[in-house]
């Protein structure tokens, strides 16, 4: 008998919103769903691109934490480019007034989600999986 493989959710943040993060990070684990925070991972001996990489295939959702200090960073942009290119569903939440201009054309036409508490979106992404569950 083939196993189903869980819902996943990517969690990318800055170090500045790391206490946010791992708030939703134990809200979705909490509601069965499993979770990729970067804190959680890499194994020794492993590259942390190759970490994120995989991570961003194996997941369904990538939910990125968008603050005025990851707006630019290089890191936020090479995640939301491999979830782009791969055709993720993208959640950008927006922790704070920032200029989200510079973010690529695909991630600005989603609806973003504003000051929205991590156990809203969990329960929000919760649902989501269910749904995908009962796809599959």
């Given at each position: 008998?083939?196993?189903?493989?869980k819902?996943?959710?990517?969690i990318?943040?800055?170090?500045?919103?790391s206490?946010?993060?791992?708030?939703?990070?134990?809200?979705?684990a909490?509601?069965?769903?499993?979770?990729w925070?970067?804190?959680?991972?890499?194994e020794?001996?492993?590259?942390?691109?190759?970490?994120?990489?995989?991570?961003?295939?194996?997941s369904?959702?990538?939910?990125a934490?968008?603050d005025?200090?990851?707006?630019?960073?290089?890191?936020?942009?090479?995640?939301?480019g491999?979830?782009?290119?791969?055709?993720?569903?993208?959640?950008p939440?927006?922790?704070?007034?920032?200029?989200?201009s510079g973010?690529?054309?695909?991630?600005?036409?989603?609806?973003?989600?504003?000051?929205?508490?991590?156990?809203?979106?969990?329960?929000?992404l919760?649902?989501?999986?269910?749904?995908q569950?009962?796809?599959?």
């Amino acid at each position: 008998m083939a196993s189903i493989r869980k819902y996943q959710v990517f969690i990318s943040r800055s170090s500045k919103d790391s206490p946010w993060a791992k708030r939703l990070a134990k809200g979705l684990a909490e509601r069965g769903v499993q979770v990729w925070l970067d804190e959680s991972s890499p194994e020794p001996g492993s590259s942390s691109r190759r970490d994120i990489e995989k991570a961003l295939r194996d997941s369904d959702t990538i939910v990125a934490l968008i603050d005025e200090e990851n707006v630019k960073s290089p890191y936020l942009f090479f995640e939301l480019g491999i979830a782009v290119a791969m055709g993720k569903k993208i959640v950008p939440v927006v922790l704070g007034n920032v200029d989200l201009s510079g973010l690529p054309f695909d991630v600005k036409q989603v609806q973003d989600m504003k000051k929205t508490p991590p156990e809203k979106i969990a329960d929000q992404l919760t649902a989501e999986a269910r749904e995908q569950g009962e796809k599959r």
